[in-house]
């Protein structure tokens, strides 16, 4: 089974980031995106599976899309980001993927955890 993930923290306030909408796309050609799943942050920031249930992750290019504008809009602040794309290869082999974000309303860093 092929799982990719994320955990949200707003590093602003020092907590998890929840309820922030997250869409995870399949690069199809130069400038076209396929949907593969979405979900949301949980109480502790975590989306654990983005993933379809059954699905297998071919090689390619993926992104994970974070509406952080209407998370930062819930907790009564403006943001410079409103939408924060993260771009990441899957390679052969890949089963496992964690894309943390740490999100400010004028910053964003991400990596490639485990």
């Known amino acids: ?10 590093t602003t306030r020092g907590t998890p980031a929840d309820g922030v ?3 995870l796309d399949r690069q199809e050609g130069a400038d076209q995106w396929r949907e593969i799943g979405s979900g949301r942050t949980s109480s502790d920031g975590r989306c654990s599976q983005l993933v379809p249930s059954g699905q ?3 090689q390619g290019t993926y992104r ?8 930062h809009a819930n907790q009564g602040m403006q943001s410079f980001y409103p939408i924060v794309h ?3 290869v899957v ?7 964690h894309i943390p974000l740490l ?9 490639r955890g485990s």
């Open 91 to 97: 390679r052969e082999g890949d089963t496992r993927l």
């Open 56 to 58: 297998c992750l071919s």
């Open 21 to 23: 909408a997250v869409r």
């Open 1 to 10: 089974m092929n799982t990719i993930s994320t955990h949200v923290l707003d």
């Open 86 to 88: 993260v771009v990441f």
């Open 64 to 71: 994970l899309v974070f509406d952080t504008a209407s998370y």
């Open 103 to 111: 999100l400010n309303p004028y910053g964003y860093t991400t990596y």
